[in-house]
């Protein structure tokens, strides 16, 4: 099961996916295509993701 995509940045920097989103992106379940993104999608789901994290809670 993945993690949802709001607590990605709590274990993983999001903006690391972005070679990967370009390179394509193998899941590893035969039913599911691989699939790769151009520049500009990359970059707009890039900051989908960082849009969405959780904030910690201010003091």
């Given at each position: 099961?993945?993690?949802?995509?709001?607590?990605?940045?709590?274990?993983?920097p999001?903006?690391?996916?972005?070679?990967?989103?370009?390179e394509?992106v193998?899941?590893?379940?035969?039913?599911?295509?691989?699939?790769?993104?151009?520049?500009?999608a990359?970059?707009?789901?890039?900051?989908?993701?960082?849009?969405?994290?959780?904030?910690?809670?201010?003091?």
């Amino acid at each position: 099961m993945s993690p949802p995509f709001r607590t990605l940045s709590a274990s993983y920097p999001v903006e690391s996916l972005a070679e990967s989103f370009a390179e394509g992106v193998f899941v590893g379940h035969p039913v599911m295509p691989e699939f790769r993104l151009e520049q500009q999608a990359v970059d707009q789901l890039l900051a989908y993701l960082v849009s969405i994290q959780d904030r910690p809670a201010r003091p």
